[in-house]
Nanobody, 117 residues
Framework: QVHVAESGGGLVQPGGSLRLSCAVS????????INWYRQTPGKQRELVAL???????VYADSVKGRFTISRDNAKNTVYLEMTNPKPEDTSIYYC???????????WGQGTQVTVSS
């Protein structure tokens, strides 16, 4: 079993910066990858960024060059650094962990990010 908890959301001004955290606990030795998604009411949940167990990263075109995903293995935490956020980045951000021989998915509760002046 894997437990996932996001934190760090809040209000940020356009052009500012914000760092989201995804703390992972439990059976962390079988993790294949950790993803950040976001969902706005009335829209489909979309992938923002992911990092694999090998350290490879992938970004949505809409955030490429502005957001950075990274991990701290000692703290079992993955971060999403949001720089130069835009109002359209306003959303609930979710962390998803893929783990186990059956590639199970574990989601956190989400953290709200609002980009506004």
């Amino acid at each position: 079993q894997v437990h996932v908890a996001e934190s760090g959301g809040g209000l940020v001004q356009p052009g500012g910066s914000l760092r989201l955290s995804c703390a992972v606990s439990g059976n962390i030795f079988s993790i294949h990858g950790i993803n950040w998604y976001r969902q706005t009411p009335g829209k489909q949940r979309e992938l923002v960024a992911l990092i694999t167990s090998g350290g490879s990263t992938v970004y949505a075109d809409s955030v490429k060059g502005r957001f950075t995903i990274s991990r701290d293995n000692a703290k079992n935490t993955v971060y999403l650094e949001m720089t130069n956020p835009k109002p359209e980045d306003t959303s609930i951000y979710y962390c998803k962990v893929v783990a186990g021989s059956d590639w199970s998915e574990y989601w956190g509760q989400g953290t709200q990010v609002t980009v506004s002046s």
